[in-house]
């Protein structure tokens, strides 16, 4: 399949309800948990400064399909444009994101599980080493059986490479 043709399949996907129960039940179960471990956040953006700090966020299709729209939908009712390809290849050039707003996330609301469950504060482990890890694997599982139960190609994408195949179509 092309690009096109990917996204297209995960817009259509995105916008099945049973898409939208999917991330509101991952999101709550993620809340639950990081209330659970209480990791702190130390607000240095470490999370959002992927070169800086040499790490990728990763989603699938569906998901980056999901959370494009409903950032757009939010930043349309600030009377804000979506995204242009221009942020994106600034925030890459940057080594960042393009929603990383004065060290904060400006899009906090709609922002990927992914960016959920990532908290550079390792040292709140205390209920086990890999709980990021775990967590981030189950509910990606979600996800993966998600694509399969709507039918849409499954790709496992980059966040900032998502959001320029978005911004380009
Ligand atoms: S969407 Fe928000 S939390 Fe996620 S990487 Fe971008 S600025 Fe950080």
């Not at 999917?22 to 179960?29: D, L, P």
């Not at 040499?54 to 600030?78: K, N, W």
């Not at 890999?130 to 980059?158: F, K, M, N």
Request: aromatic letters at 8%; one cysteine or more.
């Amino acid at each position: 399949m092309t690009d096109q043709a990917d996204i297209a399949a995960w817009r259509r996907g995105a916008a099945h309800a049973d898409c939208a129960a999917c991330f509101k039940s991952a999101r709550a179960q993620i809340a639950d948990v990081v209330r659970t471990k209480r990791p702190i956040c130390l607000a240095s953006g470490a999370c959002c400064k992927f070169d800086e700090y040499g790490h990728r966020m990763y989603l699938s299709g569906l998901e980056a399909a999901f959370v494009v729209a409903r950032i757009d939908a939010a930043r349309a009712a600030r009377a804000a444009n979506p995204l242009r390809i221009l942020e994106v290849d600034d925030a890459k050039s940057r080594g960042d994101c393009p929603y990383l707003r004065a060290g904060m996330c400006g899009e906090h609301e709609e922002r990927p599980l992914g960016c959920r469950i990532f908290f550079c504060d390792k040292g709140a482990d205390g209920l086990g080493a890999d709980w990021q890890s775990e967590l981030y694997e189950a509910t990606h599982r979600d996800i993966i059986a998600l694509h399969e139960q709507l039918g849409v190609p499954y790709r496992y994408l980059e966040w900032r490479e998502a959001l320029a195949m978005f911004a380009r179509t």
